[in-house]
């Protein structure tokens, strides 16, 4: 059996490939939207991308099994578990089956059974997976999706939370908790292939390490020490990150369809004249790529500022509009990637890329100051400014400075309304990674008396500076 997996660490996503070394054939299980890589993967191995699954229908990412589909003829299976609001609605014209609790189907002499485990959401199946081929009649692995990941279970309340679906929060964790007791019953020798690792919001404490047993996670999940049903219901809810508003749209795209991507080139532009076509038309947001430190020295004024790097996909999903039009400033280099991460999530709305050194030959050029810990200190209590807290609420709740005011990143975009035009803001997250984010909304929604404090809260405690606890609120 050739085994093969791949890792966005964008996204935090795990996506595998299996094939029969006997017969050539091969199946993708929860295939990224770009499916270079398998397709690279196969040609190198000499395979047929026969097929292509998912575990469920993801809200995290496009799913690259229509692709697969439309480009080499992939037979998908696909969950048929879960009522009718979780069914596949873009199956006409595909070689696809259906698949519930307990049905089997083989890829060349590879054995795959299907196991209904619901609670992340309720269509959610895994893949216990016996090498035939290799002379086994024991399985050797299972492919668990979001239902458990290596020290954690997929969160149950993303359908309520990011898809509005309500009352299934609730039932979610008790489903989960059902789910787990089935999965304590297999082989302790079984190996555990999630779909996730360290860094997804589909849990809250995702371990970082790629794969595990069902034994390891008996004796070390914490999910999995719990024997009361209601206990675990109320430890599986509490503290949950909040969900990128992303999510609602991807669970929509990934039932309905994807689009095919027929992979256009999108244009690049080298000079501000060029650029400038783009700028203040209704319906596009131009974003810049750069880094923090070189946004603040000299932008474009009204746009917003996203840096390209390991938390780019994430919060691209929280701060653009599905409906919009995105233009890009980013290094001709990073274009493809870039397109490429946008396109994971589905916002395939880029009409064009600019070249940073179109941003310098505009005639004018907003700024915006970083500020240290030092001068941050010297000015927080004035009544004039209004310091913000950018982080999410589980931060906030572990500690926060003394007469800030709360509004997580992700949701800043929906209060500008209620903010103080007439303080100066002082901008800060937990690192300083997030809050030039921040500065850049705010900047471009009018907020022209702002900085942005480095390194933000954790060297505000690092200095041994009192904090608040609790979830108090501005």
């Known amino acids: 059996m050739f085994f093969r997996s791949y890792?966005?660490?964008?996204?935090?996503?795990?996506?595998?490939?299996?094939?029969?070394?006997?017969?050539?054939?091969?199946?993708?299980?929860?295939?990224?939207?770009?499916?270079?890589?398998?397709?690279?993967?196969?040609?190198?191995?000499?395979?047929?991308?026969?097929?292509?699954?998912?575990?469920?229908?993801?809200?995290?990412?496009?799913?690259?099994?229509?692709?697969?589909?439309?480009?080499?003829?992939?037979?998908?299976?696909?969950?048929?578990?879960?009522?009718k609001n979780w069914k596949y609605q873009y199956l006409n014209g595909l070689s696809a089956t259906l698949v519930k609790d307990g049905d089997r189907f083989t890829i060349g002499h590879i054995k795959f059974k299907v196991m209904h485990t619901p609670g992340h959401t309720p269509e959610s199946i895994s893949f216990i997976v016996t090498d035939k081929g290799g002379g086994s009649d024991v399985p050797m692995g299972i492919f668990t999706g979001d239902f458990v990941f290596v020290g954690d279970v997929g969160r149950p309340d993303l359908l309520e939370k990011a898809a509005g679906v309500k009352g299934t929060a609730d039932a979610g964790a008790l489903q989960t908790f059902d789910s787990i007791q089935r999965f304590k019953q297999l082989p302790d020798y079984l190996l555990v292939w999630p779909a996730h690792g360290a860094?997804?919001?589909?849990?809250?404490?995702?371990?970082?390490?790629?794969?595990?047993?069902?034994?390891?996670?008996?004796?070390?999940?914490?999910?999995?020490?719990?024997?009361?049903?209601?206990?675990?219901?109320?430890?599986?809810?509490?503290?949950?990150?909040?969900?990128?508003?992303?999510?609602?749209?991807?669970?929509?795209?990934?039932?309905?369809?994807?689009?095919?991507?027929?992979?256009?080139?999108?244009?690049?532009?080298?000079?501000?004249?060029?650029?400038?076509?783009?700028?203040?038309?209704?319906?596009?947001?131009?974003?810049?790529?750069?880094?923090?430190?070189?946004?603040?020295?000299?932008?474009?004024?009204?746009?917003?500022?996203?840096?390209?790097?390991?938390?780019?996909?994430?919060?691209?999903?929280?701060?653009?509009?599905?409906?919009?039009?995105?233009?890009?400033?980013?290094?001709?280099?990073?274009?493809?990637?870039?397109?490429?991460?946008?396109?994971?999530?589905?916002?395939d709305r880029m009409i064009a890329f600019a070249d940073p050194k179109a941003v310098s030959e505009a005639d004018e050029l907003e700024q915006y100051q970083n500020i240290n810990i030092e001068t941050f200190k010297a000015q927080y209590q004035n009544e004039d400014v209004y310091v913000m807290d950018i982080r999410q609420q589980a931060e906030w709740n572990a500690g926060h400075i003394s007469g800030a005011h709360h509004h997580m990143l992700g949701y800043l975009q929906d209060q500008l309304a209620d903010l103080p035009k007439d303080k100066k803001m002082l901008v800060h997250c937990q690192s300083g990674a997030r809050s030039p984010i921040g500065t850049s909304v705010l900047q471009a929604a009018g907020f022209k008396n702002i900085e942005n404090v480095e390194g933000g809260f954790s060297v505000w405690k690092a200095a041994g500076e009192e904090v608040e606890k609790g979830e108090n609120e501005s």
């Open 7 to 83: 890792f966005d660490e964008k996204l935090a996503q795990y996506s595998y490939m299996v094939g029969c070394q006997k017969t050539g054939e091969a199946i993708v299980i929860d295939p990224a939207r770009d499916i270079t890589p398998y397709v690279e993967t196969a040609k190198k191995e000499g395979f047929h991308l026969a097929a292509a699954t998912e575990t469920h229908i993801h809200a995290d990412f496009v799913s690259g099994a229509r692709q697969l589909a439309h480009d080499h003829g992939s037979k998908l299976y696909l969950s048929d578990e879960g009522d």
């Open 199 to 347: 860094g997804s919001a589909c849990g809250k404490s995702l371990g970082a390490v790629p794969l595990s047993t069902v034994g390891y996670e008996k004796v070390n999940n914490w999910a999995l020490q719990i024997e009361d049903k209601e206990e675990f219901h109320k430890e599986l809810l509490k503290d949950q990150p909040e969900p990128p508003k992303y999510f609602a749209m991807m669970k929509k795209v990934n039932k309905v369809g994807p689009k095919v991507l027929t992979n256009e080139e999108i244009p690049y532009i080298e000079t501000y004249k060029g650029l400038q076509g783009f700028l203040n038309q209704d319906n596009t947001v131009v974003v810049d790529t750069r880094n923090g430190i070189d946004f603040a020295n000299g932008h474009i004024e009204g746009t917003i500022n996203i840096p390209f790097s390991k938390i780019f996909t994430n919060w691209a999903g929280w701060m653009l509009d599905y409906e919009q039009d995105i233009v890009l400033i980013a290094e001709k280099g990073q274009a493809k990637e870039i397109q490429l991460a946008l396109e994971s999530i589905g916002l």
